[in-house]
């Protein structure tokens, strides 16, 4: 949604837009193997939610800052809205520059993919209020070059990941009307899991930890083509193995909503979040008791909806 005092009333374009960042979650990620430049081969249906940060991106003559009501999050060139700024500027041959203003609700350390999404929104708010310069192609090319999560989020509804990330497919049209709207719990602990130490974690047990392309697609492409399986049959998440080992208050969290409600939960992407896809009977506010009771009033807790 566009804001701003030059409201085209002049014929001048835009020059201010607040663009949504939201999370997603990972119902199926199998990491295949390590690449030869350091990456990971992956599958996994990543789903956006309707719930995320919100970036206002306002153009300016020359240079790119940013401001962010999260204190602990980096406003330099750490940041990868900073970083998406200036691949967007030279990809695009463009001198010009602009101020981020970020509202942060996506937990970092979560593997709800919010640092990939806010630099995605960066590249998308900049290429319309300068015109569109890039196309789709275009730009999905320096969004895989800001980091291996960014490409998906150019898509508004769940995408299959392959390749590092960069090879994006929409989800059927068939199997996307089958979790459109699905509700959604997010819970995640006071602690993140650094996404480097987890896989470092998979190459370490390596080859245990990853599973064959050939399993993968396989176990995939039999939910996708096949109506009648619940989507329980398909959550399934690589990265829990490591991280449950050392972190086990969320396995026990898991095993604990399951007991106690009948609830299936899965870590999404690398954690330390955690989700669960639920009926819309169930109560949440006694499913976030729970999980602060068991956590402590550092837990994070939403619902949210897959959009």
Request: charged residues 20%; proline residues 7%.
């Amino acid at each position: 949604m566009a804001c701003g005092p030059d409201s085209r009333e002049d014929g001048r374009r835009l020059s201010t837009l607040n663009t949504p960042a939201p999370a997603k979650i990972n119902l199926f990620l199998a990491i295949t193997g390590r690449r030869t430049d350091s990456y990971h081969d992956l599958v996994s249906l990543v789903a956006p939610l309707l719930w995320g940060d919100m970036l206002e991106v306002s153009l300016r003559e020359t240079g790119f800052t940013l401001e962010c009501d999260h204190p602990d999050v980096p406003a330099g060139d750490a940041n990868l809205v900073i970083k998406a700024a200036k691949a967007f500027a030279a990809a695009a041959g463009w001198a010009g520059g602009a101020h981020f203003v970020l509202r942060k609700k996506i937990p970092a350390g979560s593997g709800l993919g919010g640092a990939s999404s806010d630099a995605t929104a960066a590249l998308k708010a900049l290429n319309t209020l300068t015109g569109a310069p890039l196309d789709d192609e275009a730009l999905a090319k320096v969004a895989a070059t800001v980091g291996s999560d960014c490409v998906l989020f150019l898509c508004a509804t769940p995408v299959v990941m392959r390749g590092r990330g960069e090879r994006i497919e929409p989800l059927a049209k068939e199997a996307y009307s089958r979790i459109r709207g699905m509700r959604v719990l997010l819970f995640k602990p006071g602690f993140p899991i650094p996404t480097p130490w987890a896989y470092a974690r998979l190459v370490a047990d390596a080859p245990r930890g990853y599973v064959t392309s050939g399993r993968a697609e396989s176990r995939l492409g039999a939910w996708v083509d096949t109506p009648g399986l619940s989507t329980d049959e398909l959550l399934f998440n690589s990265m829990e193995k490591p991280a449950f080992a050392k972190y086990p208050a969320l396995p026990v969290m898991i095993d604990h909503l399951r007991s106690r409600f009948g609830i299936t939960a899965r870590m999404s992407g690398s954690g330390s979040a955690c989700f669960a896809l639920v009926n819309e009977d169930l109560a949440a506010v006694q499913v976030e008791a729970a999980v602060r009771e068991a956590w402590g009033p550092s837990a994070f807790f939403v619902e949210s909806r897959i959009a």
